[in-house]
Protein backbone atom coordinates (compact mmCIF):
# COMPACT_ATOMS: atom_id res chain seq x y z
CA UNK A 1 0.00 0.00 0.00
CA UNK A 2 2.65 2.63 1.21
CA UNK A 3 4.87 1.65 -2.46
CA UNK A 4 1.63 2.40 -4.10
CA UNK A 5 0.92 5.61 -2.43
CA UNK A 6 4.13 7.11 -3.32
CA UNK A 7 3.96 5.83 -7.44
CA UNK A 8 0.87 7.90 -7.11
CA UNK A 9 3.01 10.88 -6.14
CA UNK A 10 5.23 12.00 -8.92
CA UNK A 11 4.66 15.99 -8.28
CA UNK A 12 5.62 15.65 -4.66
CA UNK A 13 8.90 13.32 -6.04
CA UNK A 14 10.00 16.02 -8.67
CA UNK A 15 9.39 18.63 -5.56
CA UNK A 16 11.11 16.79 -3.29
CA UNK A 17 14.46 16.34 -5.82
CA UNK A 18 14.17 19.70 -6.55
CA UNK A 19 13.73 20.71 -2.70
CA UNK A 20 16.81 18.21 -1.86
CA UNK A 21 18.90 19.83 -4.38
CA UNK A 22 18.75 23.21 -2.89
CA UNK A 23 19.72 21.78 0.25
CA UNK A 24 22.41 19.62 -0.74
CA UNK A 25 23.93 22.32 -2.79
CA UNK A 26 23.62 25.11 0.54
CA UNK A 27 25.28 22.37 2.62
CA UNK A 28 27.82 21.65 -0.57
CA UNK A 29 28.74 25.88 -0.26
CA UNK A 30 28.67 26.29 3.57
CA UNK A 31 31.59 23.22 3.79
CA UNK A 32 33.56 24.69 0.26
CA UNK A 33 32.94 28.81 2.48
CA UNK A 34 34.41 26.53 5.68
CA UNK A 35 37.35 24.44 3.88
CA UNK A 36 38.84 27.14 1.80
CA UNK A 37 39.92 29.34 4.22
CA UNK A 38 41.31 26.70 6.57
CA UNK A 39 43.09 24.83 3.74
CA UNK A 40 44.56 27.99 2.69
CA UNK A 41 45.80 29.00 6.42
CA UNK A 42 47.17 25.49 6.93
CA UNK A 43 49.19 26.24 3.42
CA UNK A 44 50.26 29.33 4.52
CA UNK A 45 52.17 27.92 7.90
CA UNK A 46 55.56 27.37 7.50
CA UNK A 47 57.21 23.54 8.47
CA UNK A 48 59.81 25.61 11.06
CA UNK A 49 57.86 28.31 12.18
CA UNK A 50 57.28 27.28 16.24
CA UNK A 51 53.65 28.66 16.08
CA UNK A 52 52.39 25.39 15.11
CA UNK A 53 54.13 23.22 18.06
CA UNK A 54 52.73 25.98 20.46
CA UNK A 55 49.31 25.50 18.84
CA UNK A 56 49.40 22.16 18.83
CA UNK A 57 50.43 21.59 22.04
CA UNK A 58 47.13 23.23 22.92
CA UNK A 59 45.22 20.82 21.63
CA UNK A 60 45.27 17.72 18.98
CA UNK A 61 43.98 19.71 16.31
CA UNK A 62 42.86 18.78 12.90
CA UNK A 63 45.19 18.03 9.64
CA UNK A 64 44.32 18.54 5.99
CA UNK A 65 43.56 15.21 5.47
CA UNK A 66 41.66 14.78 8.29
CA UNK A 67 39.28 17.91 7.27
CA UNK A 68 38.82 16.96 3.72
CA UNK A 69 37.53 13.11 4.68
CA UNK A 70 35.48 14.73 7.43
CA UNK A 71 33.94 17.01 4.77
CA UNK A 72 33.24 13.93 2.31
CA UNK A 73 31.72 11.89 4.82
CA UNK A 74 29.79 15.17 5.91
CA UNK A 75 28.45 15.60 1.98
CA UNK A 76 27.41 11.75 2.03
CA UNK A 77 25.36 12.06 5.13
CA UNK A 78 23.38 15.38 3.59
CA UNK A 79 22.40 13.22 1.00
CA UNK A 80 19.85 10.92 2.63
CA UNK A 81 19.01 14.07 4.86
CA UNK A 82 18.16 16.60 2.15
CA UNK A 83 16.20 13.94 0.36
CA UNK A 84 14.18 13.69 3.83
CA UNK A 85 14.15 17.27 4.00
CA UNK A 86 12.96 17.57 0.44
CA UNK A 87 9.98 14.89 0.98
CA UNK A 88 8.89 16.49 4.11
CA UNK A 89 8.71 20.23 2.68
CA UNK A 90 6.98 19.09 -0.69
CA UNK A 91 4.33 17.12 1.37
CA UNK A 92 3.86 20.10 3.68
CA UNK A 93 3.20 22.36 0.38
CA UNK A 94 1.31 19.80 -1.26
CA UNK A 95 -1.10 18.81 1.40
CA UNK A 96 -3.96 22.15 0.84
CA UNK A 97 -3.92 20.91 -2.82
CA UNK A 98 -4.66 17.37 -1.71
CA UNK A 99 -7.71 18.46 0.42
CA UNK A 100 -8.49 20.36 -2.39
CA UNK A 101 -8.49 17.21 -5.02
CA UNK A 102 -10.40 15.42 -2.39
CA UNK A 103 -13.12 17.18 -1.85
CA UNK A 104 -13.68 18.02 -5.56
CA UNK A 105 -13.91 14.78 -6.40
CA UNK A 106 -16.62 13.86 -3.33
CA UNK A 107 -18.28 16.92 -5.16
CA UNK A 108 -18.09 16.10 -8.74
CA UNK A 109 -19.52 12.61 -7.54
CA UNK A 110 -23.05 14.77 -7.17
CA UNK A 111 -22.89 16.55 -3.64
CA UNK A 112 -22.74 20.01 -5.56
CA UNK A 113 -23.47 21.92 -1.64
CA UNK A 114 -19.79 20.85 -0.23
CA UNK A 115 -17.83 23.76 -0.41
CA UNK A 116 -13.77 23.80 0.24
CA UNK A 117 -13.96 26.76 2.49
CA UNK A 118 -10.52 27.21 3.19
CA UNK A 119 -10.44 29.89 4.71
CA UNK A 120 -7.58 31.65 6.29
CA UNK A 121 -4.63 32.26 5.56
CA UNK A 122 -5.02 33.96 2.12
CA UNK A 123 -2.47 32.41 -0.24
CA UNK A 124 -2.39 30.91 -4.00
CA UNK A 125 -4.48 28.08 -2.79
CA UNK A 126 -6.71 29.55 -1.00
CA UNK A 127 -7.49 31.92 -4.05
CA UNK A 128 -7.73 28.44 -5.91
CA UNK A 129 -10.18 27.19 -3.06
CA UNK A 130 -12.26 30.28 -3.52
CA UNK A 131 -12.27 30.18 -7.25
CA UNK A 132 -13.57 26.30 -6.70
CA UNK A 133 -16.17 27.42 -4.52
CA UNK A 134 -17.57 29.99 -6.79
CA UNK A 135 -17.70 27.48 -9.71
CA UNK A 136 -19.30 24.64 -7.88
CA UNK A 137 -22.03 27.48 -7.04
CA UNK A 138 -22.31 28.26 -10.88
CA UNK A 139 -22.68 24.69 -11.34
CA UNK A 140 -25.44 23.43 -8.82
CA UNK A 141 -27.30 26.08 -9.93
CA UNK A 142 -27.22 25.16 -13.51
CA UNK A 143 -27.96 21.98 -12.48
CA UNK A 144 -31.28 22.89 -10.79
CA UNK A 145 -32.29 25.17 -12.98
CA UNK A 146 -31.89 22.03 -15.36
CA UNK A 147 -33.88 20.03 -13.08
CA UNK A 148 -36.23 22.60 -12.94
CA UNK A 149 -36.54 22.98 -16.81
CA UNK A 150 -36.57 19.32 -17.35
CA UNK A 151 -39.49 18.76 -15.15
CA UNK A 152 -41.72 21.58 -16.61
CA UNK A 153 -40.84 20.25 -19.90
CA UNK A 154 -42.06 17.22 -19.34
CA UNK A 155 -45.23 18.42 -17.82
CA UNK A 156 -45.50 20.87 -20.74
CA UNK A 157 -45.46 17.78 -23.15
CA UNK A 158 -47.32 15.78 -21.29
CA UNK A 159 -50.25 17.87 -20.55
CA UNK A 160 -51.30 17.61 -24.32
CA UNK A 161 -50.24 14.11 -24.56
CA UNK A 162 -52.91 13.18 -22.14
CA UNK A 163 -55.73 14.97 -23.60
CA UNK A 164 -54.66 13.55 -26.77
CA UNK A 165 -55.10 9.95 -25.48
CA UNK A 166 -58.15 10.93 -23.94
CA UNK A 167 -59.76 12.01 -26.83
CA UNK A 168 -59.38 9.26 -28.87
CA UNK A 169 -60.21 6.66 -26.13
CA UNK A 170 -63.16 8.36 -25.85
CA UNK A 171 -64.21 8.39 -29.36
CA UNK A 172 -62.86 4.58 -29.78
CA UNK A 173 -65.28 3.88 -26.92
CA UNK A 174 -68.37 5.19 -28.40
CA UNK A 175 -70.32 2.73 -30.26
CA UNK A 176 -72.76 5.40 -31.81
CA UNK A 177 -70.18 7.51 -33.04
CA UNK A 178 -70.67 8.63 -36.21
CA UNK A 179 -68.22 10.41 -39.17
CA UNK A 180 -68.99 13.79 -37.92
CA UNK A 181 -68.08 12.67 -34.69
CA UNK A 182 -64.86 11.06 -35.43
CA UNK A 183 -63.52 13.66 -37.64
CA UNK A 184 -64.41 16.14 -35.01
CA UNK A 185 -62.21 14.10 -32.39
CA UNK A 186 -59.70 14.01 -35.16
CA UNK A 187 -59.65 17.90 -35.29
CA UNK A 188 -59.36 18.46 -31.89
CA UNK A 189 -56.52 15.42 -31.97
CA UNK A 190 -54.61 17.82 -34.63
CA UNK A 191 -54.60 21.09 -32.42
CA UNK A 192 -53.49 19.34 -29.67
CA UNK A 193 -50.41 18.23 -32.07
CA UNK A 194 -50.42 21.61 -33.04
CA UNK A 195 -49.54 22.71 -29.56
CA UNK A 196 -47.22 19.58 -28.97
CA UNK A 197 -45.11 20.79 -32.27
CA UNK A 198 -44.97 24.37 -30.89
CA UNK A 199 -43.44 23.67 -27.77
CA UNK A 200 -41.25 21.01 -28.91
CA UNK A 201 -40.06 23.91 -31.47
CA UNK A 202 -39.37 26.65 -28.84
CA UNK A 203 -37.49 24.45 -26.95
CA UNK A 204 -34.68 23.74 -29.68
CA UNK A 205 -35.01 27.67 -30.42
CA UNK A 206 -34.03 28.17 -26.76
CA UNK A 207 -31.74 25.53 -26.52
CA UNK A 208 -30.06 26.50 -29.65
CA UNK A 209 -30.09 30.35 -27.87
CA UNK A 210 -28.33 28.75 -24.84
CA UNK A 211 -25.74 27.01 -26.80
CA UNK A 212 -23.90 30.31 -28.13
CA UNK A 213 -23.81 32.10 -31.50
CA UNK A 214 -21.96 30.75 -34.08
CA UNK A 215 -22.41 32.96 -37.16
CA UNK A 216 -22.52 36.48 -37.25
CA UNK A 217 -23.70 38.51 -39.96
CA UNK A 218 -24.64 42.21 -40.40
CA UNK A 219 -28.35 42.79 -40.50
CA UNK A 220 -30.90 45.95 -39.71
CA UNK A 221 -33.29 45.53 -37.09
CA UNK A 222 -35.69 47.21 -38.82
CA UNK A 223 -35.90 45.16 -41.84
CA UNK A 224 -36.16 42.30 -39.16
CA UNK A 225 -39.54 44.06 -37.34
CA UNK A 226 -41.23 44.64 -40.80
CA UNK A 227 -41.18 40.96 -41.87
CA UNK A 228 -42.03 40.34 -38.13
CA UNK A 229 -45.11 42.89 -37.95
CA UNK A 230 -46.54 41.62 -41.63
CA UNK A 231 -47.15 38.44 -40.77
CA UNK A 232 -49.09 39.52 -37.15
CA UNK A 233 -50.94 42.48 -38.30
CA UNK A 234 -54.25 39.32 -38.81
CA UNK A 235 -53.44 38.55 -35.47
CA UNK A 236 -53.46 41.96 -33.86
CA UNK A 237 -56.75 43.36 -35.50
CA UNK A 238 -58.60 39.83 -34.23
CA UNK A 239 -57.34 41.23 -31.18
CA UNK A 240 -58.49 45.08 -32.05
CA UNK A 241 -54.85 46.05 -31.35
CA UNK A 242 -53.22 48.55 -32.63
CA UNK A 243 -49.32 48.45 -34.02
CA UNK A 244 -47.50 51.58 -34.07
CA UNK A 245 -43.70 51.27 -35.87
CA UNK A 246 -40.87 53.98 -35.36
CA UNK A 247 -38.65 52.39 -37.26
CA UNK A 248 -34.66 53.70 -37.89
CA UNK A 249 -32.18 52.13 -39.91
CA UNK A 250 -30.62 49.72 -36.74
CA UNK A 251 -27.65 48.26 -37.89
CA UNK A 252 -25.54 44.78 -35.77
CA UNK A 253 -24.55 41.78 -36.65
CA UNK A 254 -25.17 38.68 -34.83
CA UNK A 255 -27.29 35.37 -36.09
CA UNK A 256 -30.34 36.54 -38.49
CA UNK A 257 -33.01 33.34 -37.53
CA UNK A 258 -31.83 33.45 -33.39
CA UNK A 259 -32.80 37.68 -33.66
CA UNK A 260 -35.58 37.09 -35.89
CA UNK A 261 -36.83 34.63 -33.10
CA UNK A 262 -36.18 37.66 -30.44
CA UNK A 263 -37.89 40.12 -32.80
CA UNK A 264 -40.83 37.35 -33.12
CA UNK A 265 -41.23 36.58 -29.27
CA UNK A 266 -41.13 40.20 -28.35
CA UNK A 267 -43.79 41.00 -30.21
CA UNK A 268 -46.18 37.68 -29.85
CA UNK A 269 -45.49 38.05 -25.75
CA UNK A 270 -46.75 42.11 -26.43
CA UNK A 271 -50.40 41.24 -28.63
CA UNK A 272 -50.55 37.46 -26.39
CA UNK A 273 -50.50 39.59 -23.20
CA UNK A 274 -52.66 42.52 -23.90
CA UNK A 275 -56.32 43.67 -24.12
CA UNK A 276 -58.98 44.39 -26.44
CA UNK A 277 -58.53 48.17 -27.45
CA UNK A 278 -54.73 48.21 -26.64
CA UNK A 279 -51.56 49.42 -28.08
CA UNK A 280 -48.29 47.76 -29.47
CA UNK A 281 -45.05 50.14 -30.09
CA UNK A 282 -41.88 49.04 -31.59
CA UNK A 283 -39.32 51.46 -32.25
CA UNK A 284 -35.49 51.02 -33.52
CA UNK A 285 -33.17 53.08 -33.24
CA UNK A 286 -28.87 53.79 -33.04
CA UNK A 287 -27.35 55.63 -30.50
CA UNK A 288 -23.75 55.87 -30.54
CA UNK A 289 -22.07 52.30 -30.66
CA UNK A 290 -25.56 50.86 -29.23
CA UNK A 291 -28.83 49.57 -31.41
CA UNK A 292 -31.66 49.38 -29.42
CA UNK A 293 -35.27 47.56 -30.30
CA UNK A 294 -37.81 48.72 -28.12
CA UNK A 295 -41.33 46.96 -27.61
CA UNK A 296 -44.06 48.44 -25.57
CA UNK A 297 -47.29 47.15 -24.82
CA UNK A 298 -50.22 47.98 -22.97
CA UNK A 299 -52.20 45.24 -20.54
CA UNK A 300 -52.16 44.10 -16.95
CA UNK A 301 -50.30 45.95 -14.51
CA UNK A 302 -47.23 43.50 -13.39
CA UNK A 303 -45.91 44.24 -9.82
CA UNK A 304 -41.86 44.65 -10.35
CA UNK A 305 -40.65 42.23 -7.90
CA UNK A 306 -42.14 39.48 -10.40
CA UNK A 307 -40.40 40.97 -13.90
CA UNK A 308 -37.58 38.60 -13.15
CA UNK A 309 -40.13 35.57 -13.45
CA UNK A 310 -41.35 35.97 -17.04
CA UNK A 311 -37.60 35.54 -18.31
CA UNK A 312 -37.48 32.05 -16.69
CA UNK A 313 -38.44 29.77 -19.22
CA UNK A 314 -42.23 28.21 -18.08
CA UNK A 315 -43.33 30.23 -15.46
CA UNK A 316 -46.43 32.56 -15.70
CA UNK A 317 -47.87 35.11 -13.82
CA UNK A 318 -51.39 33.84 -14.02
CA UNK A 319 -52.86 30.95 -15.80
CA UNK A 320 -54.59 31.04 -19.22
CA UNK A 321 -57.88 32.03 -19.27
CA UNK A 322 -60.42 30.87 -21.37
CA UNK A 323 -58.96 27.66 -22.07
CA UNK A 324 -56.17 29.28 -24.75
CA UNK A 325 -53.60 27.07 -25.68
CA UNK A 326 -51.27 29.46 -27.26
CA UNK A 327 -49.02 30.70 -24.27
CA UNK A 328 -46.66 28.18 -22.79
CA UNK A 329 -44.06 30.49 -21.01
CA UNK A 330 -40.94 30.15 -23.25
CA UNK A 331 -41.46 33.50 -25.16
CA UNK A 332 -39.16 35.44 -22.82
CA UNK A 333 -37.00 32.97 -21.85
CA UNK A 334 -35.94 32.94 -25.65
CA UNK A 335 -35.68 36.71 -26.00
CA UNK A 336 -33.67 36.34 -23.03
CA UNK A 337 -31.03 33.48 -24.09
CA UNK A 338 -30.84 35.07 -27.33
CA UNK A 339 -29.48 38.73 -25.72
CA UNK A 340 -27.22 36.59 -24.06
CA UNK A 341 -26.35 34.88 -26.91
CA UNK A 342 -25.44 38.27 -28.78
CA UNK A 343 -24.05 39.93 -25.80
CA UNK A 344 -26.97 42.53 -25.91
CA UNK A 345 -27.98 44.63 -22.91
CA UNK A 346 -31.76 43.50 -21.83
CA UNK A 347 -33.63 46.05 -20.16
CA UNK A 348 -37.23 45.33 -19.12
CA UNK A 349 -39.76 48.18 -17.17
CA UNK A 350 -43.16 47.40 -16.00
CA UNK A 351 -44.93 50.41 -16.65
CA UNK A 352 -47.66 51.66 -14.14
CA UNK A 353 -50.64 52.12 -16.05
CA UNK A 354 -50.16 48.12 -17.19
CA UNK A 355 -48.20 46.46 -19.58
CA UNK A 356 -44.11 46.23 -20.07
CA UNK A 357 -41.02 48.08 -22.14
CA UNK A 358 -39.02 45.71 -23.03
CA UNK A 359 -35.76 47.06 -24.71
CA UNK A 360 -33.14 44.88 -26.41
CA UNK A 361 -29.07 46.71 -26.97
CA UNK A 362 -27.02 45.26 -29.53
CA UNK A 363 -23.50 46.41 -30.77
CA UNK A 364 -23.84 48.78 -33.24
CA UNK A 365 -22.52 46.83 -36.41
CA UNK A 366 -19.66 44.28 -35.55
CA UNK A 367 -18.94 41.58 -33.53
CA UNK A 368 -19.53 42.26 -30.10
CA UNK A 369 -17.38 39.40 -28.98
CA UNK A 370 -15.57 41.62 -26.21
CA UNK A 371 -18.63 42.37 -24.67
CA UNK A 372 -20.51 40.28 -21.79
CA UNK A 373 -24.17 40.42 -22.15
CA UNK A 374 -26.20 42.09 -18.79
CA UNK A 375 -29.70 41.95 -18.06
CA UNK A 376 -31.57 44.95 -16.19
CA UNK A 377 -35.13 44.52 -14.70
CA UNK A 378 -36.59 47.84 -13.88
Not at 42 to 71: F, T
Not at 103 to 113: D, E, K, R, W
Not at 190 to 203: K, T
Not at 270 to 293: K, M, P, W, Y
Request: charged share 20%; aromatic share 4%; glycine share 8%.
Amino acid sequence: MTSRRLASRPLQKRLALAYAAGIYAAGVFVLVMVDVPLVSIHAAIPKDDPSPSAIAEAGPGISLPQLLAGSAVALVILIPVALALGWYVAGRFLHPLRAITATAQVISAGNLHRRLDLGEPTDELTELGHTLDDLFARLQASFDAQRHFVANASHELRTPLAGLRTLLEVALADPDADTDTLRAACQDALALGEHQERIVEALLTLATSERGVTRWDTLDLAHVVEEVLGSRREQAMRKDLGLAEHLTPAVTAGDPKLIESLVANLIDNAIRHNHADGQVEVTTQTSGSQVALTVTNSGPVIPENQIHRLFQPFQKLAPDRHGRRDGYGLGLAIVNAVAQAHHATLTTTARPEGGLSITVRFVNGSHPSHREGQNSYV
